[in-house]
C-alpha cells in the first residue's frame, strides 16, 4: 500500500497521515525495514522468563535508546517477528540475544531495570584525581535521573498505588538535590523538575487517576530520551 509507512528502528508498521513512530520517536520511511533473524557474531542469550512484560519492554527501551541490536526469542529458541507486531516482541520472546561486544552495556542495563532503587549516594565516591571524583558524581547524578524515570514510568500505569507514589516522592527529593546533570540543558532540567513538582502536587492533593496518569507520563516522556 502506498500510503503506509515504517519505523527503521522497531518495525513497526502505520498508516497515512503518521510521518514519526509514536514509540522510537525517530521518522518513518516508506519501505518495510528488514527485521534481522538474529544478532550477528558471537551471541549472548539472557533467560527472561522470570521477568514480567513491562520489565522486558523497558529493557527494550533502553536496548533501543543505547542503540544495542538485539533480538527477542522464545524460551525454545523461535525468533518471535512471525507470531507478534514487531513492536511488542518481548511479550511472548522470554529469551533476550544479544552480540557478546554488548554483553557489559547489557549486563548494566539489566541491572538498572531489575533494581532501580539501588542508587548510588551523591557525591559519595572518593579518587584520586579531580577527574575521576567528576565521573563518579555525573554517574551519580544519572542513576538518581534514571530512578526519576522509572517511577514516573511505573506511576503512570498505577497511579493510585501509595508504595509507587511514595517512591516517587523520594525520586522527585532526590532530582531536586543534584546540579543539573551532564548533557542536559538547564532549561530542559528545570522543565524536569517542573513536571516532578506538578506530579508531587498531584499526589498530594489526590487529584484522579487520570491527571497524575498525565503528568507522570508527561514527565516519562520527557526523561526517555537521556537513559
Known amino acids: 500500500m502506498a500510503d503506509t509507512k515504517w519505523c527503521p528502528n522497531c518495525g513497526a508498521e502505520y498508516r497515512e497521515g503518521v510521518d514519526v513512530c509514536t514509540d522510537c520517536g525517530v521518522a518513518l520511511v516508506d519501505e518495510q525495514p528488514v527485521v534481522p533473524d538474529h544478532v550477528g557474531g558471537e551471541v549472548v542469550v539472557y533467560e527472561l522468563g522470570d521477568w514480567t512484560e513491562e520489565q522486558r519492554g523497558e529493557l527494550d527501551q533502553r536496548l533501543q535508546g543505547e542503540g544495542i541490536p538485539h533480538q527477542w526469542e522464545t524460551s525454545e529458541g523461535e525468533d518471535t517477528d512471525a507470531d507478534l507486531d514487531p ?95 551532564f548533557g542536559i540543558d538547564g532549561d530542559v532540567w528545570n522543565k524536569v523538575l517542573e513536571l516532578a513538582g506538578a506530579v508531587s502536587v498531584a499526589l498530594e492533593e489526590e487529584a484522579g487517576d487520570d491527571v497524575v496518569r498525565a503528568r507522570a507520563k508527561e514527565l516519562r516522556d520527557l526523561l526517555f530520551t537521556f537513559v
Open 87 to 181: 513492536v511488542d516482541p518481548w511479550v511472548l520472546g522470554t529469551d533476550l540475544v544479544v552480540g557478546e561486544k554488548d554483553e557489559e552495556a547489557v549486563d548494566r542495563l539489566l541491572d538498572e531495570v531489575e533494581h532501580p532503587d539501588e542508587l548510588e549516594p551523591v557525591g559519595s565516591g572518593e579518587s584520586d584525581t579531580d577527574g575521576d571524583t567528576a565521573a563518579d558524581e555525573d554517574e551519580a547524578n544519572y542513576n538518581v535521573m534514571s530512578h526519576l524515570y522509572v517511577a514516573a514510568d511505573r506511576l503512570k500505569d498505577d497511579p493510585d498505588d501509595l508504595a509507587l507514589a511514595g517512591e516517587f516522592f523520594d525520586a522527585a527529593d532526590a532530582a531536586r538535590s543534584i546540579p543539573v546533570p
